[in-house]
């Protein structure tokens, strides 16, 4: 049987989706499908890289304001990821756009997790925008990534109501424990070879499906 799926997540802040995939593929997790070969931020004060470090996680810092250009950036990522020996690479709250050279590279083997259930909501402030358009459920999504931000086949998706009296942050809250809970979930999916592009859609086998409905509000 093959190993376990070599993983590089890249990060830029403070890495919370960074622990929940310690804690569920870390090095304490006996036979866990995935392994963290490298944390790789683009920011050498990432509060996420004391999380990897703490972990007992390789750790490599590219900081891309060492860079002439995108591409030079990219590069060096690149090569770093591919030194850990990861095969494949999960973005965690990194917030550089990539080249296109690089998402072409990776493709198939690059996720993103972005916090919106998507194609709602893609960019910055989504917490905001999700209150400001009214809309009763937002969420998080898991998804291959593609040339256009926050684009590509959708692997997993998680809902959250949004309460009247909530502001950004309680928002924001509630779908960050989301998060937390779908990154892992995804990242096994694709580990345990359950998912797979066809016509840039992703088809999940093996695992359960959500049933019934939720509603929000809730009939009484
Ligand atoms: C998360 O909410 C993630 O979905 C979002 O940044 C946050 C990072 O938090 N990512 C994006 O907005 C990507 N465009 P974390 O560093 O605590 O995981």
Redesign the pocket.
Known sequence: MAGPLRVAVL??????????LIDAFGPKVADSPVKIALVLSNRPD???LERAAKAGLKTEIVDHKAFQSREDFDVAMDREIRAAGAEFVA?????RLLTPQFVTAWKDKLV????ALLPAFP??N?HKRALEAGVRFHG?TVHFVRHE??SGPIIAQAAVPVLSGDDESTL?AR??QA??RLYPLALRLIAEDKVRVEDERTIVSGAPSADGALFNPAPS
């Open positions: 990060i830029s802040g403070r890495g919370s989706n960074l622990q929940a990432a509060p996420g973005l965690a709250g990194f917030m993103n997790i972005h916090p960019g910055l989504t998080a931000t926050d924001a779908v960050l998060e937390h």
